[in-house]
């Protein structure tokens, strides 16, 4: 089976056990969440290897997330742990519109990731590295490293995946324009590009996901997503949108991450472009119906009937 290394930071997360904000809430449960190991879980879940390769500290919440990563199956054997440095932790905190998070991950260990990452074996037998913006934002070391995988190449062979995920508070420390520049550079570098086309528009002022595909060029394969509305994929054999499918959200948080991991299962079934959509709505869609950041995907025998569906029942399908 192919393999899919996601590289970046993952964190021990704090999270509420219902939607009163975090200041009025008597306890907390512990779980970890990070935008790429999330897409480690999700692809896992969907029976496919994948890996996670980060730093976390000597400590509890390092032990909690290889814990909780390698329980959901994927391979963290080759995640360094850093003896001096702390992992990083964040909190949920629900609102009446969104649920907030809080970061404490400022000289955290994965923040100390560099480019000598790019040497590992593991690395060379991927089919797919999988990182984000996130990552690129933690340090100059970080940067560098992203430098290294995206830009240089340093392993030859896997195809990049990059998912833009900007973080503005992440950016704030840095020059003004440092966010956009670094992360068109980034996106038009890697062979996939996932963004949110609200995300773009406040990155690059992009009106609409054509203007996207104009500024990205013609190197990525690009997939824009527009929430509720729906995901376009533009590669060199044509543009396909699928419209998102009705669910109920109780949480939007990882669901981003999720829909990459659908994506990329359906990029290594060899499902064409519509089909590898649908299946990043459908495993976005059983995040967004939980608080959880990576939930149990729905059995196969439902998501193989679903990516059945013709256009017209796909567009009529409601989740729950």
């Not at 590295?129 to 990552?135: E, I, K, N």
């Not at 933690?138 to 833009?164: H, I, K, N, T, Y």
């Not at 020059?175 to 992360?183: D, E, H, N, R, V």
Request: glycine content about 10%; some cysteine; proline content about 7%.
């Amino acid at each position: 089976m192919s393999i899919v290394v996601c590289v970046g930071e993952t964190m021990a997360m704090l999270s509420p056990a219902d939607s009163r904000p975090l200041a009025e809430q008597p306890a907390l449960a512990l779980g970890v969440g990070g935008a790429e190991s999330n897409v480690a879980c999700g692809l896992a879940a969907l029976g496919h290897r994948a890996a996670w390769l980060g730093r976390v500290g000597d400590d509890p919440f390092g032990r909690r997330v290889l814990a909780d990563l390698g329980a959901r199956g994927v391979d963290v054997s080759a995640v360094e742990v850093d003896p001096v440095r702390q992992t990083g932790v964040y909190f949920k905190d629900p609102g009446p519109d969104r649920t907030g998070t809080h970061y404490y991950r400022r000289g955290s260990a994965a923040s100390r990731m560099g480019p000598e990452l790019a040497r590992l074996p593991l690395l060379g037998r991927a089919r797919v590295l999988h990182l984000s913006g996130v990552t690129a934002a933690l340090s100059d070391s970080c940067m560098e490293l992203l430098q290294e995988l995206v830009v240089r190449r340093a392993v030859p062979g896997p195809a990049v995946s990059f998912d833009v995920n900007h973080r503005p508070a992440l950016w704030g420390r840095r020059p003004s324009g440092t966010a956009a520049s670094s992360l068109l550079a980034l996106a038009r570098a890697a062979d996939i590009v996932f963004v949110g086309r609200d995300e773009a528009e406040a990155l690059w002022g992009t009106r609409n996901p054509d203007e996207i595909r104009d500024l990205m060029g013609t190197g990525p394969l690009l997939v824009v997503k527009d929430a509720g509305h729906g995901a376009t994929s533009y590669a060199a054999d044509g543009t396909v949108f699928v419209p998102t499918p009705e669910s109920e959200v109780l949480e939007r948080v990882g669901a981003g991450d999720a829909f990459a991991a659908g994506y990329l299962a359906g990029l290594l079934e060899d499902r064409d472009a519509a089909g590898r959509l649908r299946l990043g709505h459908l495993v976005a869609a059983a995040t967004l119906r939980t608080r959880e950041d990576t939930p149990a995907v729905p059995p196969r025998p439902e998501l193989d009937a679903r990516l059945a569906l013709d256009d017209a029942a796909w567009s009529a399908l409601r989740l729950s």
